[in-house]
């Protein structure tokens, strides 16, 4: 099976759509910020992962999602909750172990849910939740309903075992997954180039039949552009397919990582050419789109909901003693 490579070249979009996309990016982008912020602060305790330079991964697949198709990610998941229209009060409720977060405050950063957006979590063992997203993508089949379950996974995770079971049983049975791996570069610090012997992961289904392709993960019009192929694919019964978003976190794998495995000036390179806020601003400017005044605008809402957010988890209580017993199977 020849393997596919690269994302389209011409992509458009209107300025509308263009617009929507730079709102949801630069919510994730402001939202992340303030909770660095609470966690500096001691609000936030225990592990935390931004996804501080990814937006353009997660608005541009929901950019084609249709409704009931499912989310299920590792534990940099607050933009996957917010891309997926979850409420920030809730997720920063959540991240500061209130009674107002999306697991009533039990759950913390990295495992939170909501049915009701069709967002099976946020999951804190590395690689855990691929079989899991292929286990709703089984229910899919079985079920004969036209959902697709979007399955993310970093480069560090592309390595575990249980990726490989999960991909052979997904194209045994043509179940209806997209694999996304985020590729940022350096899973908790180890760049892609040390730790895999074939560096192109698109590739890692080859020996499955799984076709792949190659991203740019930090423009949204290619992630969009590349999803709506790869959801068809999986949609239609020809079984799951593998999306590599060539991507890039600003901070280090976790709050207490000071990143040091990587030049200062790599990140600011990165950050002045390839940040993809900055490139949905030169779409927008192609569009002949010239209106500075409301990107500020944009800028000032998505910066308010932030503070909304926090202060509204700074204000929720924290869990009574009593739900140490509640929620649990046993």
Known sequence: ?????????NLTATTDELLA????????????????????????????????GQEAVVVGMEAVKREGDQTITGYRDHGHMLACGMDPKGVMAELTGREGGYS???????????????????????????????GLAFANKYREEPKVSLTYFGDGAANQGQVFEAMNMAQLWKLPVVFVIENNQYAMGT????????????????????PGTEVDGMDVL???????????HAR?????YILEMKTYRYRG???????KYRSREEVDDMREHNDPIKRCEMRLSE???????????????????????ADFSLESPFPAAEELYTDISA
Not at 125 to 132: F, K
Not at 236 to 240: C, I, R, Y
């Open 253 to 259: 794998h976790s709050m207490s990582d000071p990143a």
């Open 1 to 9: 099976m020849a393997d596919k490579s690269k994302a389209k070249s």
């Open 287 to 309: 569009n002949s789109f010239d209106d500075p005044a409301a990107l500020k605008a944009i800028d000032k809402e998505m910066k308010a909901i932030a503070k909304d957010a």
């Open 104 to 134: 009533k405050g039990k759950g913390g950063s990295m495992h939170m849910f909501s049915k009701e957006k069709e967002f099976y979590g946020g999951h804190g063992i590395v690689g855990a939740q691929i079989p899991l997203g292929v």
């Open 191 to 210: 760049s892609v180039t040390r730790s895999h012997s074939e560096t192109h992961l698109y590739r890692r289904g080859a020996s499955f039949g799984i």
């Open 21 to 52: 996309y730079y709102r949801d990016m630069l919510l994730i982008r402001r939202f992340e910020e303030k909770a660095g912020q609470l966690y500096g602060m001691g609000h936030i305790g225990g592990f935390c992962h931004l996804y501080i």
């Open 222 to 232: 290619a992630v969009r552009e590349a999803a709506r192929d790869a959801m068809e």
């Open 236 to 240: 239609t019964g020809e079984g799951p």
